[in-house]
């Protein structure tokens, strides 16, 4: 069964630090989405990616974050001068629509864990 | 805005009894999707159930059945016969019919008694 992949499965960088965050979506799949999770809190959407361009971005994405499709199967996220409080689970999803039946189901890549020291 | 409540931090119930968890969603919209998403300890997140707001029927899967409650905005997930396996953080989830993100719920921490 396809699934979405994400490297590192946990990164550790200093404050200040440039990390990027990489994602494998599922083949077909044409919508791409990041999201973090701080520990122990609710999962919070960051940004929505199609066709090349954002399509939404929460108040959380700010100029520090940045997202790519550098190739036709990868999906970065980057973060340009870490912060203490960017550590968090960062998970992956993509979808083959935004609405319509199953095809707008999202799947969820397994995290990257990122820790700033 | 929309926003997504889980007002049980915690929940316990004994293998192979029921357990329901609670979600309120507040929204002007009225058609949406609702979902709920299951966290075991590896953190990978698992879509458990949908449901459609227009569907007056509540949606079923095995084990896993939705109490659906449009006009009071409620959207409950009860499970039957549960397994020590069921053992995970719930996250209840809305998303807009039309857009993308899915706004998720503080989760609910489920413990599964032998």
């Known amino acids: 069964e396809p699934e979405v992949t994400q490297t590192p499965s946990h990164q550790v960088t200093q404050m200040g630090q440039e990390v990027i965050l990489r994602c494998v979506p599922i083949?077909?799949?044409?919508?791409f989405y990041w999201y973090r999770q701080i520990l122990g809190q609710k999962v919070e959407f960051l940004v929505s990616f199609y066709n090349n361009e954002i399509s939404e971005k929460s108040e959380i994405f700010d100029d520090q974050f940045s997202v790519e499709r550098p190739d036709g199967s990868n999906f970065t996220l980057k973060i340009r001068s870490t912060k203490l409080e960017d550590s968090a689970m960062y998970f992956c999803a993509s979808s083959e629509a935004t609405s319509g039946s199953s095809l707008d189901e999202q799947y969820f890549g397994p995290g990257t864990r990122l820790t700033v020291t | 805005a929309q926003t997504v409540t889980q007002s049980q931090p915690e929940m316990s119930v004994q293998e192979a009894e029921t357990v329901t968890l609670s979600c309120t969603y507040d929204?002007?919209?009225?058609?949406?999707?609702l979902f709920w998403y299951k966290q075991p300890p590896s953190r990978q997140m698992i879509l458990v159930i949908r449901?459609?707001?227009?569907?007056?029927q509540n949606a079923t899967e095995n084990r896993f059945s939705v109490n659906f409650q449009k006009a009071a905005k409620s959207f409950s997930l009860k499970i039957s016969d549960s397994q020590l396996g069921d053992a995970a953080m719930y996250f209840c989830a809305y998303r807009f019919y039309q857009g993308g993100k899915l706004i998720f719920g503080q989760g609910t921490e489920l413990s599964v008694k032998p």
């Open positions: 083949s077909n799949h044409l919508y």
């Open positions: 449901q459609e707001a227009y569907k007056q």
């Open positions: 929204t002007s919209e009225s058609d949406y999707y």
